[in-house]
Every structure is written in structure tokens, then in C-alpha cells.
């Protein structure tokens, strides 16, 4: 399901149109993106949680090269499935 999609199965479910289905989605993308972006959790109760993880700095190999490079430290979004989530696709 792409994003066009999405907003034409969420402006279904919702009885809206879709332009105001699509303004309330970018509204939760840009919302979500913000607080993860501040070290903030956004936990959303039987669906999931967006956080932010820290990967430390570490050294690795240039597949081409063989040559050792450093690989600097950096920030990476994550989403952890809730339990009702993982429960409704395991069915």
C-alpha cells in the first residue's frame, strides 16, 4: 500500500474526503518526525512506539578496498510494534 492509497482507505474509514484525509495524515507524519528528531517517544497504546535510536561510532571494511574504515556515530528513527499490533497480523 503506497501513500495514495492509504489515504483513500483512511478517507473510507473515516467518512472524510480525501484531501482532508491527506492533510490529517502529513499533519501525523510531520508530528511523529518532529518529536522523534527531539529524542522524543511518540507512544501510540496497542499500535506502536517511534523513538529514536543512537548508533555508536564504530569501524567497518569497504567491500571494494578491503580497506578498515571508521563508520561515524549517528541517530536512526525506529518503530517497535505493539503487543494488539503483532497480535492482529500474527492471526
Known amino acids: ?7 483513500e482507505k483512511m478517507s473510507e474509514k473515516a467518512g472524510t474526503t480525501k484531501k482532508d484525509a491527506e492533510k490529517i495524515l502529513n499533519a501525523f ?3 511523529v518526525t ?6 522524543d517517544k511518540v507512544q501510540l497504546i496497542g499500535f506502536g512506539t517511534f ?6 561510532a564504530r569501524s567497518g571494511h569497504d567491500p ?3 580497506e578498515t574504515i571508521e563508520i561515524p556515530a549517528s541517530n536512526s528513527p525506529a518503530f517497535k510494534a505493539g503487543k494488539a499490533f503483532k ?4 492471526k
Do not use: C, G
Not at 500500500?1 to 489515504?7: G, Q, V, Y
Not at 497480535?87 to 500474527?90: G, M, P, R, S
Open 1 to 7: 500500500m503506497n501513500k495514495a492509497e492509504l489515504i
Open 29 to 31: 507524519i510531520e508530528s
Open 34 to 39: 518532529e518529536a522523534v528528531a527531539t529524542d
Open 51 to 56: 523513538e529514536l535510536r543512537r548508533r555508536k
Open 64 to 66: 571494494r578496498t578491503r
Open 87 to 90: 497480535d492482529a497480523v500474527n
